[in-house]
């Protein structure tokens, strides 16, 4: 069967690549600019806080979705789709209920005012913004690009009308009123973009329990791995948070968002590249499979690289330019910060080929090693050497589990070849 993504919907692919990559790289660089990089540093921890949250989800309903559905015939797709939306959805909804009901407690024992509260709020607009992305990649697995354009676009036109009505007028005096309209778009967004790829009629060939036991036996380590990078890799910018203040993890989310660019590449290949890879092994075996993910591997990393380059070169002068001159002495945050992404893209790779042989312990048994390393590192770098000590830090998290999931890599290929 065929999963690859028709030359008809390449359009489509691109307008929503476009619409969700360029439009919450905009609205977040609006953001910063609106706030000062304290504020921006509270707001960026609530942005943390809700990517675990996006973490669940893709671990236990995009990643396997991504491996499975490839392999299955055309008829057993259709059912599996329907079980797989009713998994996203009670999983979203979970979430949404969960941080609605923890606000309102919070709010009523300590009062609205509360800076609690605003976190809250924050964490609302993040899981808003994030639960959309798996998504998308559930969509482009059943071949339902159209949805995930159409989703894509109606979130990022919400965010862009509330960013200059809301945004701009109540900012700096009710900003909660900006990050709950961010919120809410993003789970309407991530509901609509569920129900237009949601098969009308289809038999029971795929039962919601079988969908979910098979999610949970592959996606089980994937969590656990993401659950321990989670808090390995944000381990940093908490110590960083603690010991220089929230300034220090705005300086660090504002050199995140620039570097971002090349993260555009990782979300591209993450709603392509695995659902292909999936597919080759099933059709053509682990060499085609693996041959495929090595190939554009280079030429995403090649692309990658030249854009890091300039990164680094004019690192000072792109911080003044995108936020404001404030943010010029920051720029060797943003050189160490696109580095990482360059690594990350690596680290992303290696993941796909574990993946998609359906081997996920090694990605679990790397982030334990993480997690010991950055535990017993992050507090005297930080220490030492402040905001450059966490930036050395979280490219050194990324260098390293490169270099362990080579490792790893090198010695599934062998056992495969034999």
């Not at 000062?36 to 671990?59: R, V």
């Not at 098969?199 to 060939?205: G, I």
């Not at 911080?319 to 010029?328: G, S």
């Not at 930080?382 to 966490?390: C, F, K, M, N, R």
Request: with cysteine.
């Amino acid at each position: 069967m065929n999963i690859s993504i028709p030359k008809s919907n390449r359009i489509l692919t691109l307008i929503d690549q476009a619409a969700n990559s360029g439009g919450n790289l905009l609205l977040t660089i609006i953001i910063a600019r609106l706030l000062n990089p304290s504020d921006f540093g509270f707001y960026s921890i609530g942005l943390l806080l809700g990517m675990l949250s996006m973490e669940a989800c893709q671990t236990l309903v995009a990643a396997p979705a991504q491996t499975i559905g490839p392999k299955l015939s055309a008829d057993q797709l259709k059912g599996y789709c329907r079980s797989t939306a009713q998994l996203s959805l009670f999983l979203a909804s979970m979430t949404a209920i969960a941080i609605f009901c923890g606000t309102i407690i919070y709010g009523f024992i300590y009062g609205l005012e509360a800076p609690l509260v605003k976190g809250f709020l924050y964490l609302l607009a993040a899981a808003g913004m994030q639960l959309h992305l798996w998504a998308r990649r559930i969509a482009y697995v059943c071949n339902k690009i159209t949805a995930a354009a159409i989703g894509s676009s109606f979130r990022y036109f919400i965010h862009l009308i509330a960013a200059i009505f809301i945004g701009y007028a109540n900012f700096k005096n009710s900003p909660e009123l900006h990050l709950i309209a961010l919120g809410v778009s993003g789970l309407i967004a991530a509901f609509l973009t569920t129900f237009l790829w949601w098969p009308a009629k289809v038999r029971e060939n795929f039962p919601f329990l079988l969908a979910l036991k098979k999610h949970l036996n592959f996606g089980k380590w994937l969590f656990g791995a993401a659950a321990i990078n989670w808090f390995g890799s944000n381990w940093f910018i908490a110590i960083t948070g603690t010991m220089m203040g929230t300034a220090s993890i705005g300086v660090l989310k504002a050199a995140q968002n620039i570097a971002g660019i090349t993260g555009i590449i990782v979300q591209i290949m993450e709603n392509v590249v695995p659902i292909k890879a999936a597919r080759l092994m099933a059709n053509k075996g682990t060499k085609a499979s693996f041959q495929y993910v090595m190939r554009i591997g280079s030429l995403t990393i090649g692309t990658g690289s030249i854009i890091t380059f300039f990164l680094v070169i004019f690192s000072s002068d792109i911080m003044a330019l995108v936020y404001t001159e404030a943010y010029r002495k920051f720029g060797f945050v943003l050189a160490l910060v696109s580095i990482t992404y360059i690594m990350s893209l690596v680290v992303f790779l290696l993941k796909v080929i574990f993946r998609t042989v359906e081997i996920v312990r090694p990605i679990f048994i790397t982030q334990i090693l993480i997690a010991i390393m950055t535990l017993s590192s992050a507090g005297k770098l930080v220490s030492h050497y402040g905001i450059l000590g966490a930036a050395i830090g979280l490219m050194l998290v990324q260098f390293v589990s490169a270099l362990v999931l080579s490792i790893f890599a090198c010695h599934l290929i062998k056992q495969l070849e034999y």
